[in-house]
Structure formats: C-alpha cells, structure tokens
Nanobody, 115 residues
Framework: QVQLVESGGGLVQPGGSLRLSCVTS????????MNWYRQAPGKQRELVAQ???????HYSDSVKGRFTLSRDNAKNTIYLQMNNLKPEDTAVYYC?????????WGQGTQVTVSS
C-alpha cells in the first residue's frame, strides 16, 4: 500500500515561515510527479506546487516567489518551504504522488497563518 506522510504544519504569524515534508517510499518518489495541494475551508482543493522526476518545478501564481518545492530522493522526501506566509495561505496541505499506477494522497497537515 502506498503511503505518503506529511508533517511540518502548524500555527505561524503573518510573514513567518514553515517547511512541510512529505515522506514516501523510494519507488514512489523516484517515479512520480509529486504535488502539494491545499484546501481552505469552503473552497476547492487547489494545486500549489509540483516537482517532476527531473526536478523541474511549477508553482501557482498565488505562491510563486514565496514557496519553494524540492525533493531529496535519498531521504524519500519532498519539502515545501513556505516563506512570507499570509493569512490566505491558511489551509490543509496535502501531498500527492502521480505515477503509472495512479494517484495517491497523504492525510494532510494543517497550516494556520494568524496573528
């Protein structure tokens, strides 16, 4: 069974930083497009950032310049570094792996940006 385990969420003040992690298996991380989504209360889940197997990244306009996605295949982990956080970044953040066998989701981690 494919597992993705997110961590690193929490409460932070506006302008602060958090780093989210998503750990999975070596087979998954080396062969999958890895995505971070988020879902705020009452809103649809939206794609925030993605990284391909070759390390190419893409970001939504709302986070471009503030968030950085990276992968460490040796640790079977992807990281989402979030800087200059804003209240509108408050959401549950989900890690997703998309590969030949389908798409898999983590359980999510809550990020709350509030003073």
């Amino acid at each position: 069974q494919v597992q993705l385990v997110e961590s690193g969420g929490g409460l932070v003040q506006p302008g602060g930083s958090l780093r989210l992690s998503c750990v999975t298996s070596s087979a998954i991380i080396s062969r999958s497009l890895m995505n971070w989504y988020r879902q705020a209360p009452g809103k649809q889940r939206e794609l925030v950032a993605q990284i391909g197997t070759a390390g190419v990244t893409h970001y939504s306009d709302s986070v471009k310049g503030r968030f950085t996605l990276s992968r460490d295949n040796a640790k079977n982990t992807i990281y989402l570094q979030m800087n200059n956080l804003k209240p509108e970044d408050t959401a549950v953040y989900y890690c997703q792996a998309v590969g030949a066998n389908g798409a898999y989701w983590g359980q999510g981690t809550q990020v709350t940006v509030s003073s």
